[in-house]
């Protein structure tokens, strides 16, 4: 809406468009704020201290010098780093690598919006709210600050962190090799699965933006990484719990709905708000959104064979979809809705919600894990309905909205 400003001309205020988005995007970050402190809050409340599950046992061990068992050993980044620490016990240098990491990412996603914001076209002062905004969702969102003070002994959040710091370098204008060497070997080291992800995007540049040294750089690092990761000793395997919840998941209809609402849970209007940027740029997107879009799929898509800890995986993808739902809020998609889809998705986390197990955040969507149907039940629905409003705010607002003047 070019020409169109406030009535008092104001020369600061831009068009009606900007200032709305601006204003809508303030209300958000502020909503994320709050969630960040609240959730900060219950991350203090429930924390926990041990080795839990394979997983962690296997990381405390090899952070310790010790062998751990497949399939974790191909993840042996994290414990190498928190074995050269010194300061405090082990789990507290597990805390200490996985916050550093939490802040490096919540700056990466918002240098990252930033970015692709301006490359859309976004106004300035739009773009640095919805960069300060992504940030801030990056501590709020399920496992985010309650991952990384709650449950530290996991590898999840430095390996967000090294992928993003990837993206960041493979997308930049001057692209170091050498550096996309190491982050994409650094990555896959964090955590196996990104591999794929590396894969497929190394693929894209290399045949559909002739980026011949670029991917062919991360492609090698992300090779690399995966010999390391393969070349690490052990002592035993444990696969039998992530295959019998696999199929468990995959075979039972409560299996069904646990992936439906892990995937809702995680951030509903997050993921509307990424494929409607998507969607809306299809002709003219350029390579940062098609980047992000690319890893984000291939890593959500590994979580549903994550036996039950689908909602901690799939935040590895959201991570990437918040770029390109805040850069999308900021200058592709009409203020409202995604100000409305972004609020449903902080209700839905409940930041105020001092979790048992942050781990599996959402197991009260789980009824074969003691829960009563009747609750299952009734917090299903209170989902369902939260989804529902911002469904039909959306399809209001939008069936609304006045005609717009042209030039």
Known sequence: MPGLAWPDGASSGGTVAEVTRRSGLLIAGGLAAASAVAACVAAFRS????????????????GA??????????????PTLVHELSA????????????????????????TTARLARALGAADPT????????????????????????????TDVPS?????????????????PAL??????????????????????SAWLLFR?????????????????????????HVGYNYTETIHEDVRTLTHSDGLQHLLWSTVFVGAGLLVLAVWTAVRRRGDAPDQLWVLGIVAVPEMALSYIGGSDTPRLLAGGVVFLIPIALAGAAAVIEPLPA?????????????????????????????WQGLPRHVFDVRRLQDLVIVAVAAAAVIVLRATRPDRPKG
């Not at 010098?65 to 994290?78: A, E, I, K, N, Q």
């Not at 016990?89 to 918002?110: H, K, Y």
């Not at 090779?223 to 000793?233: F, H, K, N, T």
């Not at 209700?347 to 599996?360: E, F, M, Y």
Request: hydrophobic share 55%; glycine share 8%; proline share 6%.
């Open 180 to 201: 996309l060497l190491v982050l994409a070997g650094a990555t896959v080291c964090a955590r196996e699965e990104w591999l794929l992800s590396i894969t497929v995007a």
């Open 209 to 233: 933006r002739r980026e011949r040294v670029a991917a062919l750089a991360s492609f090698a690092g992300a090779v690399v990484g995966a010999g390391i990761d393969v070349l690490q000793p």
């Open 65 to 78: 010098g010790h062998d751990g068992s497949l399939p974790y050993t191909r993840r042996p980044l994290v």
């Open 47 to 62: 924390s926990r201290t041990g080795c839990y599950y394979p997983d962690g046992q296997s990381y405390c061990a090899m």
């Open 160 to 176: 967000w962190a090294f992928a993003l710091a990837w993206a960041a370098g493979v997308t930049a204008q001057r692209r170091i």
């Open 339 to 367: 100000v409305v889809l972004l609020v449903a998705s902080f209700a839905l986390w409940r930041p105020w919600r001092a979790p048992h197990d942050p781990v599996r955040f959402n197991d009260f969507y789980v009824p």
């Open 127 to 154: 773009i640095t709210v919805a960069a300060v905004t992504a940030g801030v969702v990056v501590i709020a969102m399920p496992h985010g600050i309650r991952l990384a003070w709650s449950y530290p002994v996991f």
């Open 88 to 111: 405090g016990s082990e789990i507290d240098r597990f805390r200490i690598v996985g916050l550093v990491a939490l802040v490096a990412t919540a700056v990466l996603v918002a240098f």
